[in-house]
């Protein structure tokens, strides 16, 4: 099924995109999908029905066209220019988690990582619980191997299956993925669909217990409630970014509509009114004022993606 909008004109992208089982949208607001709460939109934006579905639509689109995988958008920034080309997001199927033989879990990537520590624990599988600290979905916990709470996702990765730009399907032990500290050397070109995860036998009564510890940890120490792409720096090493970033005199520092959140300073938030300028502006000034204090180059872990606004459509300090 293929949505256009009646107001898509003549020589609109969608026009020459193959059709699909899923849904295509010609100039998909983006911002209501992400976390932010900002950002332009998509030139077309996919939602395809399934792994088949996308390995068709890639491979009869011409390689000229961009394209752009996104997941729950909790640790994405849209810049306002919008992003050229497909946008694809998936959803439906790929959120779906069940459980395997020999204490495993099958999750979509669409599936949230908190629903996957939910259904681990409730089959009485222990070992996946810091999944429930992590605000995202499973692809993106696996393209920047997602962690928290001295775990990471290559802790618990058994296998992926992946879809290329030429539309192939693989499927990965992760062991070939270079799983490192919020890297994978997986080719950029490849949309997760879905991953196989390790787990081990444990009572759900002590599996609660420690979910509930870490969103208790959560709430006191990091501004869940507010408008924020999560943690904004990696930590590099043998540092923290967010005690380097308090150093710098950079807690509670204000661009525009955006600031440092003064509970975390590893977290951006849009206070009402930023625009993804002013959010990456104030990152950026952050990144220059840790530079100059300590001489560490941060490193963003929020994900850019987009063209920049109309030069008088940015943010100011």
Not at 45 to 67: K, M, N, S, Y
Not at 114 to 135: C, H, N, Q, W, Y
Not at 186 to 206: C, E, K, M, N, Y
């Amino acid at each position: 099924m293929m949505i256009a909008p009646r107001t898509a004109p003549e020589g609109h992208l969608i026009q020459r995109l193959p059709s699909v089982r899923g849904r295509l949208r010609a100039d998909a607001a983006l911002a209501a999908v992400t976390w932010f709460r900002v950002g332009g939109p998509a030139e077309v934006l996919f939602r395809p029905a399934d792994a088949e579905d996308l390995a068709a639509f890639l491979a009869e689109t011409p390689r000229a066209v961009p394209i752009t995988v996104i997941g729950v958008g909790s640790n994405l920034l849209v810049r306002d220019g919008g992003v050229r080309g497909v946008v694809v997001r998936l959803a439906g199927g790929f959120a779906d988690v069940r459980v395997l033989e020999g204490d495993r879990i099958e999750a979509g990537c669409a599936a949230l990582d908190a629903t996957v520590a939910k259904v681990a624990r409730d089959a009485g599988l222990g070992g996946l619980e810091f999944l429930s600290g992590i605000p995202g979905s499973i692809g993106g916990g696996l393209r920047m191997n997602a962690g928290a709470y001295s775990r990471e996702m290559k802790d618990i990765l058994v296998s992926v299956r992946a879809v290329d730009r030429d539309g192939r399907l693989f499927e990965v032990p992760a062991q070939d993925l270079g799983l490192a500290y919020r890297h994978t050397s997986a080719p950029t070109d490849w949309i997760f669909v879905s991953a196989v995860l390790q787990g081990r036998p444990d009572h759900p009564a002590d599996i609660t217990r420690r979910m509930d510890a870490i969103q208790s940890e959560r709430s006191s120490s990091q501004p869940v409630r507010g408008r924020t792409g999560g943690s904004t720096f990696a930590n590099p090493p043998n540092a923290k970014a967010w005690e380097l970033i308090d150093r710098a005199g950079c807690r509670g520092l204000r661009w525009g509509g955006a600031q440092v959140s003064e509970k975390h300073c590893n977290f951006l938030l849009n206070t009402g009114g930023a625009t993804a300028t002013d959010l990456e502006e104030l990152g950026e000034e952050v990144r220059r004022r840790v530079q100059a204090a300590s001489g560490v180059d941060l490193r963003w872990e929020i994900r850019i993606i987009g063209e920049p606004a109309a030069p008088d459509q940015g943010g100011t300090p």
